[in-house]
């Protein structure tokens, strides 16, 4: 299944908040990839989440991974987020749930979007699947460790 650690990660096109596209797959062969899936900007949980990554986001260029956040919220949205808090990494659009169900997140309560973090090695293999939707911090805790790990 998909989304499932030691398995190949879905090789999705991310709709970045900068206006362009990216595939998944851009980054194999050259470094791993942090993907954050969370419900909704401006919220005071995802605010936190997303602000940990950002100050977290020295150690992950150290460690060679590129940060990628995601939810359902427009490129607009995701802008301004983006400007508010200084992200210094790419927001992605999921209006549609794709990206949500290519990599089987759960929803919360089944009404919720989920809040998970998928580390994704060089190779395209998720190596870390993890789901906590009131832990913000250890979202960013959990995928520092798995990147020293590889």
Excluded: W
């Excluded at 190949?8 to 470094?31: E, M, R, T």
């Excluded at 401006?42 to 460690?63: H, K, Q």
């Excluded at 998970?116 to 060089?122: A, G, K, L």
């Amino acid at each position: 299944m998909q989304g499932t650690v030691g398995t190949q990660a879905p090789d999705v096109s991310l709709q970045l908040h900068d206006g362009n596209v990216i595939k998944l797959s851009d980054f194999q062969g050259k470094q791993s990839v942090v993907l954050f899936f969370y419900p909704k900007d401006n919220t005071p949980v995802c605010t936190t989440e997303a602000c940990g990554f950002r100050d977290a986001y020295p150690d992950f260029e150290s460690l060679d991974a590129e940060v990628i956040g995601i939810s359902s919220d427009t490129p607009e949205s995701h802008q301004g987020f983006a400007e508010k808090h200084s992200l210094p990494f790419q927001l992605a659009s999921d209006p549609h749930g794709e990206l949500r169900k290519a990599f089987h997140v759960p929803r919360t309560l089944g009404i919720l979007p989920g809040r998970t973090t998928f580390v994704i090695d060089r190779t395209g293999i998720i190596r870390l699947a993890f789901s906590s939707q009131f832990s913000a911090a250890k979202h960013v805790k959990k995928a520092k460790e798995t990147l020293k790990s590889l």
